[in-house]
């Protein structure tokens, strides 16, 4: 084992004292992220104020074949940024100035430390907000966005956040500082930004990140429809998509989820719904007036009960407090639950929530429903009382059951939340073994020794050897390589 | 063998003027990994319907053209999951979606793969973005012959890295693309262009509008700044109106004759020239013949002489962003360094060195000669 000892002495002397950390108490305020059922404690905390300073402390951990974990706010859900028991994890929270917003260029550029919606906030005076919206968007960071290419309930319009990166500064992992893009649209190259964005830390770590800021839409209209029946506010959902319409959002809660909403904020839902469906579009205010009209009807035509529609600033937020809070307020109902975060394609939404129902009742465990509708997204929380024996050990067998589900129609793992340490169990179930070898070429490209994040993704690491090519160059003498 | 599985060369299998000696036509992804496996030994290009095989570097060799027209058609159209299958030699024109559109502007006779191996847009990609955007899922066959898939076919995904992405303008040199997932867009439903003179600084208040242009195109040549609106018929009509008033422009039905055509002749130097938005006026403003996305800081340029593509890239490079020769006569692209500066391109050497060791896909076709 490496000598973390003189790992630490040697981060001390080039962060200074106060940004490493080795004392076993203050360690364990990192042993886990926003999954909190796995903890690892690390053997050292690195907290850096600059990129140089990252780029210092990777080429430490490579030079005592130490491995590293990049952290950012810690409130991912897969598992991304659990420490490594014999690493460092580096916290970039320290690295939260907002160095440019460029509005002339629709660009602010970032440290990986800023909160998302800080960004938003400063681009607002300029008419411009970021567009990328995870629920966590008032604590989690930019950095762990680009790691994880988060979603949120924006993202059927406006795409995640690799359609919102143009630019990055990294540390690969041998500890170089590599910019790739910028401020101007398609640098020549491979799209290493676009390989980089969501691969969870296992490329290296952002240490600068210049975003596309959107404009703010001229109009923004919300609506709250409840049903009586899931497969209403489905085929509600499946009718505002078969009219051409893109609605900024199209979210969906069943009875439980707003059961848990109600107990925790008093949000205020239309009771007796067995669904309610939350559509956002925003735009031009020509465009938006007349969609919305159209979608008002098409909601009515398939059963809703009840619309409101959002009077004010005030009312939206409101709509939206239900639906962002969904998550944590199902402690409410339930004392544990696991958040599941599958994707399956729109149209088998009301057969799967069909399924997802027998099993949960067949294995005696409730499941609370919430989603993105518009773009199939499913967040199923699977509640249970971890006092009662059994009751953890069969939510497990729901949860990933659910994620068979979404591979059976032909969906994927995880829209939104990343694979980390959680998934990777399931990843050869959505690929196979040469798309799992052909991802981690790129792995070796980056990573040869495996000391970025290592034991995330992938559940079998590959060697990086010359494999393939020396062997082909013994076949094949006197061919060109460079 | 791979003289059983190809054909042998006829005159017009040549890419930037370097013959090959043998050209493979496979219909179906295992054809086409077969192909690739009996070529091990062989350099490769791969062809699609050949709109953009004079821009880039000519090959350092070539032995093997492997066209992709007969690995044709649509998969698989799920209307309402908005998402498409296509082989990669489909051609873009005439694809049958009904009401809804793969929104990825083409040359007439471009094909699914090679826009995506070469990462090509157009007017539209304001509003839709970029084929990088709406490739939700690919089937590359490796150049040691496997076959590998990433992605999927929902929008929403992110299980493992996103490859499709670093294929997206990878000028075949990480493989053979033989299948492509693309996320749709619904038809709009009404459209308009306004065409006006006015100069490339109108664009801020364009943006500033709030109008959602689906385009905003500018032409140095005709100086002629045009911008297309999509949408509802009522919202159309109240947009354009807005912008036509705020350009002192005229609505048409039709684009201006030179919308989404390169600016340059057939013969001629063309460069692709990307910069930071702000930066889009001082680059109409230099004289030379210029056109494109002014909403996007993409534009295409019709260079003089090597004189005015050195001066160009210095002006793109000093504002930050890039400037690549995509075509220029064969004793011009000979002595020019068409990719220009590449950052990253140490990073870039090895991922091309663990997907294709020899390098034999494409060898010197894309940037740093790789």
Same mark, same amino acid.
Request: charge should be negative.
């Given at each position: 084992?490496?000598?973390?000892?003189?790992?630490?002495?040697?981060?001390?002397?080039?962060?200074?004292?106060?940004?490493?950390?080795?004392?076993?108490?203050?360690?364990?305020?990192?042993?886990?992220?926003?999954?909190?059922?796995?903890?690892?404690?690390?053997?050292?905390?690195?907290?850096?104020?600059?990129?140089?300073?990252?780029?210092?402390?990777?080429?430490?951990?490579?030079?005592?074949?130490?491995? /590293?974990?990049?952290?950012?706010?810690?409130?991912?859900?897969?598992?991304?940024?659990?420490?490594?028991?014999?690493?460092?994890?580096?916290?970039?929270?320290?690295?939260?100035?907002?160095?440019?917003?460029? +509005?002339?260029?629709?660009?602010?550029?970032?440290?990986?430390?800023?909160?998302?919606?800080?960004?938003?906030?400063?681009?607002?005076?300029?008419?411009?907000?970021?567009?990328?919206?995870?629920?966590?968007?008032?604590?989690?960071?930019?950095?762990?966005?680009?790691?994880?290419?988060?979603?949120?309930?924006?993202?059927?319009?406006?795409? %995640?956040?690799?359609?919102?990166?143009?630019?990055?500064?990294?540390?690969?992992?041998?500890?170089?500082?590599?910019?790739?893009?910028?401020?101007?649209?398609?640098?020549?190259?491979?799209?290493?930004?676009?390989? /980089?964005?969501?691969?969870?830390?296992?490329?290296?770590?952002?240490?600068?990140?210049?975003?596309?800021?959107?404009?703010?839409?001229?109009?923004?209209?919300?609506?709250?429809? +409840?049903?009586?029946?899931?497969?209403?506010?489905?085929?509600?959902?499946?009718?505002?998509?078969?009219?051409?319409?893109?609605?900024?959002?199209?979210?969906?809660?069943?009875?439980?989820?707003?059961?848990?909403?109600?107990? +925790?904020?008093?949000?205020?839902?239309?009771?007796?719904?067995? +669904?309610?469906?939350?559509?956002?579009?925003?735009?031009?205010?020509?465009?938006?007036?007349?969609?919305?009209?159209?979608?008002?009807?098409?909601?009515?035509?398939?059963?809703?009960?009840?619309?409101?529609?959002?009077?004010?600033?005030?009312?939206?937020?409101?709509?939206?407090?239900?639906?962002?809070?969904? %998550?944590?307020?199902?402690?409410?109902?339930?004392?544990?639950?696991?958040?599941?975060?599958?994707?399956?394609?729109?149209?088998?939404?009301?057969?799967?929530?069909?399924?997802?129902?027998?099993?949960?009742?067949?294995?005696?465990?409730?499941?609370?429903?919430?989603?993105?509708?518009?773009?199939?997204?499913?967040?199923?929380?699977?509640?249970?009382?971890?006092?009662?024996?059994?009751?953890?050990?069969?939510?497990?067998?729901?949860?990933?059951?659910?994620?068979?589900?979404?591979?059976?129609?032909?969906?994927?793992?995880?829209?939104?939340?990343?694979?980390?340490?959680?998934?990777?169990?399931?990843?050869?179930?959505?690929?196979?073994?040469?798309?799992?070898?052909?991802?981690?070429?790129?792995?070796?490209? /980056?990573?040869?020794?495996?000391?970025?994040?290592?034991?995330?993704? /992938?559940?079998?690491?590959?060697?990086?050897?010359?494999?393939?090519?020396?062997?082909?160059?013994?076949?094949?003498?006197?061919?060109?390589?460079? | 063998?791979?003289?059983?599985?190809?054909?042998?060369?006829? #005159?017009?299998?040549?890419?930037?003027?370097?013959?090959?000696?043998?050209?493979?036509?496979?219909? $179906?992804?295992?054809?086409?990994?077969?192909?690739?496996?009996?070529?091990?030994?062989?350099?490769?290009?791969?062809?699609?319907?050949? $709109?953009?095989?004079?821009?880039?570097?000519?090959?350092?060799?070539?032995?093997?053209?492997?066209?992709?027209?007969?690995?044709?058609?649509?998969?698989?159209?799920?209307?309402?999951? =908005?998402?498409?299958? =296509?082989?990669?030699?489909?051609?873009?024109?005439?694809?049958?979606?009904?009401? &809804? &559109?793969?929104?990825?502007?083409?040359?007439?006779?471009?094909?699914?793969?090679? $826009?995506?191996? $070469?990462?090509?847009? #157009?007017?539209?990609?304001?509003?839709?973005?970029?084929?990088?955007?709406?490739?939700?899922?690919?089937?590359?066959?490796?150049?040691?012959?496997?076959?590998?898939?990433?992605?999927?076919?929902?929008?929403?995904?992110?299980?493992?890295?996103?490859?499709?992405?670093?294929?997206?303008?990878?000028?075949?040199?990480?493989?053979?693309?033989?299948?492509?997932?693309?996320?749709?867009?619904?038809?709009?439903?009404?459209?308009?262009?306004?065409?006006?003179?006015?100069?490339?600084?109108?664009?801020?208040?364009?943006?500033?509008?709030?109008?959602?242009?689906?385009?905003?195109?500018?032409?140095?040549?005709?100086?002629?700044?045009?911008?297309?609106?999509?949408?509802?018929?009522?919202?159309?009509?109240?947009?354009?109106?807005?912008?036509?008033?705020?350009?002192?422009?005229?609505?048409?039905?039709?684009?201006?004759?030179?919308?989404?055509?390169?600016?340059?002749?057939?013969?001629?130097?063309?460069?692709?020239?990307?910069?930071?938005?702000? &930066?889009?006026?001082?680059?109409?403003?230099?004289?030379?013949?210029?056109?494109?996305?002014?909403?996007?800081?993409?534009?295409?340029?019709?260079?003089?002489?090597?004189?005015?593509?050195?001066?160009?890239?210095?002006?793109?490079?000093?504002?930050? #962003?890039?400037?690549?020769?995509?075509?220029?006569?064969?004793?011009?692209?000979?002595?020019?360094?068409?990719?220009?500066?590449?950052? #990253?391109?140490?990073?870039?050497?090895?991922?091309?060195? &663990?997907?294709?060791?020899?390098?034999?896909?494409?060898?010197?076709?894309?940037?740093?000669?790789?």
């Amino acid at each position: 084992m490496a000598d973390i000892d003189a790992l630490a002495r040697r981060l001390r002397s080039e962060l200074g004292p106060e940004q490493v950390i080795t004392d076993r108490q203050e360690l364990r305020t990192y042993e886990c992220d926003g999954l909190a059922h796995y903890k690892v404690v690390p053997a050292v905390v690195a907290l850096p104020h600059t990129a140089a300073q990252v780029a210092a402390v990777v080429r430490a951990c490579v030079a005592a074949g130490v491995p /590293f974990v990049a952290r950012g706010s810690g409130t991912g859900l897969s598992g991304g940024a659990l420490p490594h028991a014999e690493g460092v994890l580096i916290v970039t929270a320290q690295m939260r100035r907002i160095l440019e917003v460029a +509005a002339q260029d629709e660009r602010a550029v970032v440290e990986p430390g800023v909160i998302n919606l800080h960004v938003t906030k400063a681009a607002t005076p300029h008419g411009y907000y970021y567009a990328p919206d995870p629920s966590s968007q008032q604590i989690c960071s930019i950095g762990g966005n680009v790691a994880e290419n988060s979603g949120g309930a924006h993202c059927l319009k406006y795409g %995640f956040t690799t359609n919102h990166v143009t630019g990055l500064q990294i540390v690969a992992p041998d500890g170089e500082l590599v910019r790739l893009g910028g401020k101007a649209p398609d640098p020549p190259g491979y799209d290493l930004m676009g390989a /980089f964005v969501g691969s969870e830390g296992t490329l290296g770590i952002a240490t600068e990140v210049t975003v596309k800021l959107t404009r703010l839409p001229e109009s923004v209209r919300t609506l709250l429809a +409840a049903f009586g029946s899931i497969d209403q506010a489905g085929a509600a959902t499946s009718a505002i998509i078969g009219a051409g319409v893109v609605p900024a959002a199209i979210e969906m809660m069943d009875a439980l989820a707003i059961e848990a909403a109600e107990a +925790a904020v008093a949000c205020g839902y239309p009771p007796g719904a067995a +669904a309610v469906l939350i559509v956002e579009l925003d735009g031009p205010a020509a465009e938006v007036e007349a969609q919305f009209e159209q979608v008002t009807g098409l909601c009515e035509a398939n059963g809703a009960f009840e619309i409101r529609i959002a009077a004010d600033e005030l009312e939206r937020a409101l709509f939206w407090k239900g639906r962002k809070s969904a %998550f944590a307020a199902v402690g409410r109902i339930s004392p544990d639950y696991i958040v599941q975060d599958g994707v399956i394609p729109r149209t088998a939404l009301p057969e799967v929530l069909r399924r997802i129902s027998e099993m949960a009742e067949s294995h005696g465990v409730r499941v609370a429903n919430v989603f993105h509708a518009g773009d199939g997204n499913l967040h199923p929380l699977v509640l249970f009382d971890d006092g009662v024996e059994g009751e953890a050990e069969r939510a497990e067998t729901v949860s990933g059951a659910i994620i068979d589900l979404c591979i059976e129609y032909g969906g994927s793992i995880t829209g939104e939340h990343g694979v980390g340490m959680d998934k990777a169990k399931y990843m050869p179930r959505m690929f196979g073994p040469d798309d799992l070898d052909t991802m981690q070429l790129v792995r070796c490209a /980056f990573d040869p020794s495996h000391l970025s994040n290592p034991g995330k993704i /992938f559940p079998t690491p590959r060697l990086c050897g010359e494999k393939a090519g020396s062997d082909l160059r013994e076949r094949f003498p006197g061919v060109e390589v460079f | 063998m791979i003289e059983d599985l190809a054909r042998p060369a006829t #005159g017009d299998d040549h890419v930037g003027g370097v013959p090959a000696r043998l050209v493979a036509e496979p219909a $179906t992804t295992e054809e086409a990994a077969a192909v690739v496996a009996a070529a091990r030994d062989l350099t490769v290009v791969v062809r699609g319907g050949g $709109t953009k095989l004079h821009w880039g570097p000519a090959p350092r060799s070539l032995d093997l053209i492997i066209d992709t027209r007969r690995l044709s058609g649509m998969v698989e159209h799920a209307a309402g999951d =908005l998402i498409t299958v =296509l082989r990669a030699g489909t051609p873009l024109d005439g694809l049958e979606l009904g009401e &809804q &559109q793969l929104a990825l502007d083409h040359p007439p006779g471009a094909t699914v793969g090679g $826009t995506v191996a $070469t990462g090509a847009s #157009g007017p539209r990609r304001l509003h839709y973005g970029t084929a990088r955007d709406l490739l939700i899922g690919i089937t590359v066959v490796r150049p040691d012959g496997t076959i590998t898939r990433a992605g999927g076919k929902v929008v929403k995904n992110v299980a493992g890295y996103d490859l499709g992405k670093l294929y997206t303008g990878s000028y075949g040199t990480l493989g053979l693309i033989t299948e492509c997932v693309f996320r749709l867009h619904p038809r709009p439903a009404a459209h308009a262009y306004v065409r006006s003179t006015a100069p490339a600084r109108a664009v801020p208040a364009i943006l500033a509008a709030r109008v959602a242009p689906a385009a905003i195109e500018v032409d140095a040549g005709t100086g002629e700044l045009a911008v297309l609106i999509e949408g509802t018929p009522e919202g159309v009509r109240e947009r354009a109106a807005l912008v036509e008033k705020l350009l002192a422009g005229e609505i048409a039905e039709q684009p201006p004759g030179w919308w989404g055509l390169p600016p340059w002749e057939a013969d001629g130097i063309g460069m692709k020239l990307s910069v930071p938005l702000s &930066q889009v006026p001082a680059l109409v403003d230099t004289g030379a013949n210029v056109r494109g996305s002014a909403g996007t800081g993409v534009l295409y340029a019709a260079a003089r002489d090597i004189t005015e593509v050195e001066r160009l890239r210095a002006l793109c490079v000093r504002g930050g #962003g890039h400037a690549v020769v995509l075509t220029a006569p064969a004793p011009v692209r000979d002595i020019l360094d068409m990719w220009g500066p590449v950052p #990253g391109l140490a990073l870039m050497r090895r991922v091309k060195d &663990q997907f294709d060791p020899e390098h034999r896909f494409a060898p010197g076709r894309f940037v740093g000669g790789i």
